[in-house]
Each structure stands twice: as structure tokens, then as C-alpha cells.
């Protein structure tokens, strides 16, 4: 009798690992299966939040957790709307209730160190967060120490970048709002590569158009670093001579050395303005480089397109404007969510142990502002090149608007509630 | 002789269709397809008046793309994007969106 009670316990038990294996015959597919591992994801932008989105859409039972300072996804794209007042911070500012429906850990922090060979991370505070694999999505930081004087501006708040949307972008809207009628708005572009090419033309643009209207004295003076406009060049000459002559002042080769108080020093001029706006000199975020993984001229992360693992640190996968951009690769929110779906396929795979996609494509389109009612576009596609191991823009593909129009003022706006969707899961 | 040759045939097609299916990874069309969705939505379902592609009956999206490569369908941007992808990658991501639900 007792005998046979053991016997029924045992087939019970049996029955119970059956059940268990059925189910982890099903991981990928049901919930309750065995995690196929946990990738942390740091920095909620376009690149981490849409490689977190991605791996929960794609990957069924992966643990991710994504690491974000901000409570909320402030949009840089169409920021520039909200200097000249034709958009509110409420208009770029998104949640991430989206994510955390889909399944993914939001975990509002400071990542302040990474151990890529205990493979864990530590948060300020002192939380730990262990990983198999682990995404880096840092964006950009900047080298104020190649201007004189405009780090400690940049601390007192005198000096405004507005090239990290948010609390910058209010104020610096605050100030042009402040700004007396002749006043002088004087915006300073950092030499190439910096975050979205077209970004300060769009911008002179924007701000000129408010000004124009609003203090019809007052001047945008844009001083460049670089030898001409850096993206939908014909395009923006155009703008500025027909819709801003008068207002709006270009010069190339105009790079700033030197900030004292409203005092900008070129090489060859000095000049005074009511609102300085320096677009600092950029280089990989900093947790790229406290990480040990910035290896290309000193500013930048190489990394594999095939599954953007880092070439500094295989296992570690960086997106987005850190990474040393292949041909023709802008450094922009589009780009970074389509890194973010080639990392995320990828860590899908390897996590798995499979193959992973030997032909990767992806491609960009940036919308700019040329007033408050029309936009133009850049637009580009570039194939994986599987001898140079690198994207390749395809030839006789992508391209700029004939002419700046209200169509694709109506796709800017549509384009931006489209990708944060894609982006948040909204 | 007529039979081995037909054996050989049959042997070839298949050692084709291996290397056809070895060539294309599995995941390619969704791959290639998420492209499109920073301005067409995710797996196609579209936000506001932007066109949503979920549901696409395959051969209308290869015609339209078609029509946007060779320039007889004028557009602001999609004749530009067109370019930038093959005809092979274009049925993939036709068959692809066709596949998904149009409602979300």
C-alpha cells in the first residue's frame, strides 16, 4: 500500500516535469517559458528605448531592462519648433507607460560604472544590475574644454546648447523670448560630425521666422565652423536668402575659440549678442567612455553593423550617435532606431545560438523646418557591403525636396508621431 | 539515360532551393520590413495620415514601389527611398506587410 502511494507521487511529479518541458518547448511563445536571457539596455532615447521595444516584439521571453536618467522621452527632432514657438515641450514629450506594458523594466537611474567582465552594471545609489548581454545607447557628450570659458557658461545656465532636448530647450526659448526687439541671436555650429547634420540650419530657420514676426529689429547671426551648410545645403541657402534676407546672417568658417560673458571670440572677430547659443564640439556619451569602448579618433565607438556589437568589447552593443558612423551614416533619432532593430534581431539570435542576419538594411529620413509651415528632406539607404564589412549607400537611391513645401511639413509632424510610437510603444 | 538525367535535375533544384533557403535568413522580410516603420508604424499600422501598409494586398505595394523606382508615380520622397531597395527585398517586405492584419 505504501508502496504503491510512492508510486502514485512519483507519476505526479512525473506528470508535473512533463508539463515544464511542454512549456519550455514553447519559450518564445508563452510568457511563463524559460527567459532566453537579460540584456540591459542603458539610455531611453530613439536608439535604447526602440532596441528594449524591439527585443520584447521580437525576442518573446527576453528579460530587459532598460536604465534611463529622465522620467519622460523628450523628442530632439522637432524641438527647434519649440524655440520658436510653434510647438510646446508637451508636444515632444512622450512617456515610457508604453514599454513598461510591453514588459520592459524602466529603471530611472545614473548608470555610474560598467564591468563588462563581470558583465554588470552599478547605478548611483549603488544598485547592481547583472546582464548576459548588454545595449549602450549613450548619445552624445561634449567637448566644451576646446572653447575657452564655455564650460563654466554652460554651468551658469548664461549659455545655452539646446542640443540635448529638454530643460535646455525651455530656457533657451525663454530667452529668445527675453530678447529685446534688435537684439542679436548668434548660434554657433561645432565642425562635423555632430548630432543631426541639418539640426542648427532648421533651427536658424525656425528662430529667424519667430524673430521676423515677433522683433522684426532683431538678427540671427549663424557662424559656422565648417567650410558650408552641412546637409540640404542649396536648399537652406535658398531659405535664407528668400524667406530671411535681412534677418538672418550666414558665415562659414567661423569658428568659436573663446566665450567671455556676451563676448564670442572668432579667430579674426570679436562679437557681441544678446543670446549666445554654442552647439559644442561632440564626441561618444560619457558612459561609452568610462566603459572603455570610445576607439576611433579618440571620440567615437567602432562597432560591428552586423550585430553593433562594439569592436572594443564584443557582448557590449552600442547604437546611435556614439557609434563611428559608416559612409554617409548621419548621426540622427531615424538612424539610431534602425541601429536599434539591427541590435536588436541580432541579440535575439545569439542569445539563441543562431545565425544572425548576414544582409542588414537600414536607412534614414530627416525632416527640417524651413518655417512654421514648410519642411524639407534628406533621405538615404545603405546596404550592408559584406566585403567591406560595412552600410553603403546604394547609388542613385535617397536625395533632398525639390522645394521646401507644406506636404512635407504635414510628414515631419506624421514621420515624428510614427517613430516615437514605433520607438515607446505607444 | 533519360531517367538519370532526370534524377540529376530533380537533385539540382533541390541543391538550389537549399541554397536559396540558406542564403535568405529567416528573419530577413521582418528585418527588412521594420525599416519602413519609423514613418509607416510598427509591422505597418500606421498613425495619423501617414500610409499605413499592414494588410497591403503583396503585388499593389511591388507595383507602387515599382512605379516609385522607374519614376512614373511622382512623390516627395518614396521614389528617393525606392531606389534604395532591390526588387527581391521589395517582394520580401510586400509579403511581409500583406501578412499583418490591417486593423491593429
Known amino acids: 500500500m505504501n508502496e504503491y502511494r510512492i508510486g502514485r507521487r512519483q507519476w505526479l511529479s512525473a506528470g508535473a516535469a512533463l508539463a515544464a518541458t511542454t512549456l519550455a518547448g514553447c519559450a518564445g511563445v508563452s510568457p511563463s517559458g524559460p527567459s532566453l536571457g537579460r540584456v540591459v539596455v542603458v539610455g531611453g532615447g530613439y536608439g535604447g528605448a526602440t532596441t528594449a521595444r524591439y527585443l520584447k516584439l521580437w525576442g518573446g521571453n527576453v528579460d530587459v531592462t532598460l536604465v534611463e536618467r529622465n522620467a519622460d522621452f523628450v523628442s530632439c527632432p522637432i524641438s527647434n519648433l519649440v524655440l520658436g514657438g510653434y510647438k510646446q515641450m508637451s508636444d515632444i514629450t512622450r512617456g515610457y507607460s508604453g514599454l513598461k506594458a510591453v514588459g520592459v523594466k524602466v529603471v530611472q537611474g545614473d548608470v555610474t560604472a560598467v564591468d563588462v567582465a563581470a558583465k554588470k552594471l552599478r547605478l548611483a545609489g549603488g544598485a547592481e544590475i547583472g546582464y548576459d548581454r548588454l545595449v549602450l545607447a549613450p548619445g552624445i557628450d561634449f567637448m566644451t574644454e576646446q572653447i575657452g570659458g564655455l564650460g563654466p557658461a554652460l554651468d551658469s545656465g548664461s549659455v545655452l546648447h539646446s542640443w540635448k532636448a529638454g530643460p535646455q530647450t525651455v530656457a533657451l526659448r525663454r530667452q529668445i523670448e527675453a530678447m529685446p526687439d534688435g537684439g542679436v541671436f548668434a548660434m554657433f555650429i561645432p565642425k562635423a560630425p555632430y548630432r543631426c547634420p541639418p539640426g542648427p540650419y532648421e533651427r536658424a530657420c525656425v528662430v529667424a521666422s519667430y524673430l521676423k514676426t515677433a522683433k522684426p529689429r532683431s538678427k540671427v547671426l549663424v557662424l559656422d565652423a565648417n567650410p558650408e551648410i552641412q546637409s540640404k545645403k542649396a536648399l537652406f541657402e535658398k531659405a535664407f536668402k528668400d524667406r530671411y534676407d535681412g534677418t538672418l546672417e550666414y558665415r562659414a568658417n567661423a569658428e568659436l575659440k573663446e566665450l567671455s560673458g556676451n563676448l564670442a571670440k572668432l579667430e579674426f572677430e570679436d562679437l557681441r549678442a544678446d543670446v549666445l547659443n554654442v552647439i559644442p564640439p561632440q564626441r561618444a556619451g560619457d558612459l561609452a567612455r568610462s566603459a572603455g569602448l570610445v576607439n576611433i579618433n579618440n571620440r567615437w565607438v567602432g562597432v560591428n553593423w552586423l550585430t553593433m556589437e562594439s569592436t572594443a568589447a564584443p557582448g557590449v552593443h552600442v547604437i546611435g550617435d556614439a557609434t563611428f558612423p559608416a559612409p554617409a551614416m548621419p548621426k540622427s533619432g531615424h538612424m539610431a532606431n534602425q541601429h536599434a532593430k539591427v541590435a536588436a534581431a541580432a541579440i535575439i539570435q545569439l542569445l539563441k545560438g543562431e545565425a544572425v542576419n548576414p544582409t542588414p538594411v537600414v536607412m534614414n529620413t530627416c525632416y527640417s523646418f524651413v518655417s512654421a509651415r514648410e519642411a524639407v528632406h534628406v533621405a538615404s539607404v545603405h546596404q550592408f557591403d559584406a566585403a567591406d564589412k560595412t552600410f553603403k549607400t546604394v547609388p542613385g537611391s535617397g536625395g533632398v525636396s525639390a522645394a521646401a513645401n507644406q506636404i512635407e511639413a504635414r510628414y515631419a509632424l506624421g514621420w515624428a508621431d510614427n517613430i516615437w510610437a514605433d520607438s515607446l510603444a505607444l | ?104
Open chain 2, 1 to 104: 539515360m533519360k531517367k538519370q538525367l532526370r534524377i540529376g535535375a530533380a537533385l539540382l533544384a533541390l541543391l538550389g532551393a537549399c541554397g536559396l533557403a540558406q542564403a535568405q535568413h529567416p528573419h530577413l522580410a521582418r528585418n527588412l520590413a521594420a525599416t519602413c516603420a519609423n514613418c509607416h508604424g510598427t509591422n505597418g499600422h500606421a498613425r495619423g495620415d501617414m500610409k499605413p501598409l499592414a494588410g497591403m494586398p503583396s503585388d499593389k505595394m511591388i507595383a507602387m514601389l515599382g512605379d516609385y523606382k522607374s519614376g512614373n508615380q511622382p512623390a516627395t520622397i518614396m521614389h528617393q527611398i525606392a531606389k534604395g531597395y532591390t526588387d527581391e527585398q521589395i517582394k520580401l517586405m510586400a509579403a511581409f506587410f500583406a501578412a499583418q492584419p490591417a486593423k491593429k
